[in-house]
C-alpha cells in the first residue's frame, strides 16, 4: 500500500507547523541551492511530483512557465494547495506518485522536493519521468541524504546533558526500509545509496548535470543558531538530470 501520512489529522497538524509550511520555499533551507538546479522555466510545461502545499507549482508559475502539473498522494495537501492557488493555469491532480501515467515528451521540466525516499522503487520512478520528459528537457530532484537515511533511528547522538556529539552512521549498504519517525509518527522511508540514486539516473539514460549536498546559507546561520548542525552532516541531497536529446540514446 503507498503511503500517505499527510491525510492523518495529527500529522497534517504537525506539518502546517513547519517553518516550509508557514513560509514557503524560502523556510526551506535546501531552496537557495535548489533553486540554482532548476532551468529556466519561461515557456515551459511544468510537472511537480509530490507537490504538497503548490510551492514550487507557484514559483514555476511566477518565472513564467506556460503550465505547471502538481501531483501528490495527500486529499489535505492538494486541497491546501487549492485554497493556495488563484492560478488557471496551475492544475493539481490527487495521485500517488508511483501512479503518473502522462503523455510521452509532455513536460520540459519535472521537479520534486523530498518525496522519492516514501517510494520503494526509485528506478521506476526514473523511467516514468523519462518518458514524460521531452527530449532534453530537466529532471531535478531533492530527497533526504542517504547518511541521514541510513539508519532507523534518524537522530543525533546526545551526551547526558543533551548535547549533541555527533551524528551516527550505519548500515549504509544496506538498502531498503527505514521504520522511523518524523513529527512524532512513525514513518516508513526507503534507504537508498547516493551511488544507487546515481546509476539509476544512468541507467534510464539521464545526463547527470550536477549534485549537490545541503548546507545552510549565511542568511540562516545568522539568524536561526541551531543551523551550524546541519554544516557538520547533509540532511538533502539534490540533482539535476537532463533526458538525452536522442530517443535511440535510452
Known amino acids: 500500500m503507498k503511503q500517505n501520512k499527510y491525510d492523518d489529522p495529527n500529522f497534517f497538524s504537525a506539518y502546517e ?24 522555466l519561461k515557456d515551459k510545461n511544468v510537472l511537480d511530483l509530490g507537490c504538497g502545499f503548490g510551492w514550487h507549482c507557484r514559483y514555476a508559475r511566477e518565472r513564467e512557465a506556460s503550465s505547471v502539473t502538481g501531483v501528490d498522494i495527500s486529499e489535505k495537501m492538494i486541497q491546501r494547495a487549492l485554497e493556495m492557488t488563484n492560478d488557471p493555469l496551475i492544475s493539481y491532480i490527487k495521485a500517488p506518485i ?3 501515467d502522462f503523455s ?7 521537479i520534486s522536493s ?11 520512478i526514473c523511467e516514468k519521468v523519462y518518458d514524460c520528459l521531452k527530449p532534453g528537457g530537466s529532471f531535478v530532484f531533492s530527497v533526504e541524504h542517504p547518511i541521514f537515511t541510513s539508519r532507523n533511528k534518524q537522530d ?13 552512521f550505519d548500515n ?4 531498503g526500509v527505514r521504520e522511523t519517525a518524523f513529527l512524532n509518527e512513525n514513518v516508513t522511508k526507503y534507504h537508498r545509496t547516493i551511488s544507487t540514486y546515481l546509476n539509476d539516473l544512468i541507467d534510464t539514460g539521464f545526463i547527470i548535470r550536477a549534485v549537490k549536498e545541503s548546507v545552510p ?7 536561526i543558531p ?22 535511440s540514446n535510452k
Not at 508557514?22 to 526551506?28: D, H, I, T
Not at 549504509?172 to 538498502?175: F, K, L, P, V
Open 17 to 40: 507547523q513547519m517553518p516550509r509550511s508557514v513560509k514557503g520555499l524560502e523556510g526551506a533551507g535546501e531552496w537557495h541551492i535548489l533553486k540554482e538546479l532548476i532551468p529556466d
Open 98 to 100: 508511483e501512479d503518473i
Open 104 to 110: 510521452d515528451s509532455q513536460f520540459d521540466v519535472v
Open 114 to 124: 523530498l518525496a522519492f525516499h516514501y517510494i520503494k522503487s526509485f528506478k521506476s
Open 156 to 168: 543525533w547522538y546526545y551526551d547526558e546533558q543533551g548535547n549533541r556529539l555527533h551524528w551516527p
Open 172 to 175: 549504509y549498504q544496506i538498502e
Open 217 to 223: 546559507s549565511e542568511e540562516m546561520l545568522k539568524s
Open 226 to 247: 541551531e543551523m551550524k548542525d546541519e554544516i557538520r552532516r547533509p540532511m538533502f541531497l539534490m540533482i539535476s538530470t537532463e533526458k538525452k536529446n536522442s530517443a
